[in-house]
T-cell receptor, first 112, second 112 residues
Framework: GQQLNQSPQSMFIQEGEDVSMNCTSSSIFNTWLWYKQDPGEGPVLLIALYKAGELTSNGRLTAQFGITRKDSFLNISASIPSDVGIYFCAGRTTGTASKLTFGTGTRLQVTL | NAGVTQTPKFQVLKTGQSMTLQCAQDMNHEYMSWYRQDPGMGLRLIHYSVGAGITDQGEVPNGYNVSRSTTEDFPLRLLSAAPSQTSVYFC???????????FGQGTRLTVV
């Protein structure tokens, strides 16, 4: 089955630094989503993108829907300790109902 | 606000045993899905449903059955558990159209 390539796999950063992660696919998606998962919890939606080229922010988070529709980027500015967790991208194509294809995740650890 | 409720949170099974993972949502969502999460692989879709009485296979359906007799409930059945089914299972639901999924807290299943 298809999986999205997400990078980096993990990163250690210092509090206050900016973070960037991305997701690429060999297929086109019509929706790109970014989720965060805390230990022992289910994924929680951070940002949803519905249009190629769209740039959307949610507080310190900014995500972009790549113009080719085959990639997406998530940036976190001025990271804080509670940003620790695993970040997943997910793509969905039109007409596939609730079928999401998930990336392999980026594990973020923030040091003081 | 219960959202998506999964039970149990943890389960240990012996190979060959059967069990049902429960998922209930109180948001009157049409779409419900089951995913499994394995290290380094993101979330993979097992089965999904677009409404009561309608189910379909996802990416990794083998060894699992589902039914959707009500809008609220979407149980996942393992008829004969295998060690390869050791994983964390997530149920998700969403309304129709361009709405995004809410995830439950997960069921951690170990098959020995």
């Amino acid at each position: 089955g298809q999986q999205l390539n997400q990078s980096p796999q993990s990163m250690f950063i210092q509090e206050g630094e900016d973070v960037s992660m991305n997701c690429t696919s060999s297929s086109i998606f019509n929706t790109w989503l970014w989720y965060k998962q805390d230990p022992g919890e289910g994924p929680v939606l951070l940002i949803a993108l519905y249009k190629a080229g769209e740039l959307t922010s949610n507080g310190r988070l900014t995500a972009q829907f790549g113009i080719t529709r085959k990639d997406s980027f998530l940036n976190i500015s001025a990271s804080i300790p509670s940003d620790v967790g695993i970040y997943f991208c997910a793509g969905r194509t039109t007409g596939t109902a609730s079928k999401l294809t998930f990336g392999t995740g980026t594990r973020l650890q923030v040091t003081l | 606000n219960a959202g998506v409720t999964q039970t149990p949170k943890f389960q240990v099974l012996k190979t060959g045993q059967s069990m049902t993972l429960q998922c209930a949502q109180d948001m009157n969502h049409e779409y419900m899905s089951w995913y499994r999460q394995d290290p380094g692989m993101g979330l993979r879709l097992i089965h999904y449903s677009v409404g009561a009485g309608i189910t379909d296979q996802g990416e990794v359906p083998n060894g699992y059955n589902v039914s959707r007799s009500t809008t609220e409930d979407f149980p996942l059945r393992l008829l004969s558990a295998a060690p390869s089914q050791t994983s964390v299972y997530f149920c998700a639901s969403r309304a129709g159209g361009n709405t995004e999924a809410f995830f439950g807290q997960g069921t951690r299943l170990t098959v020995v």
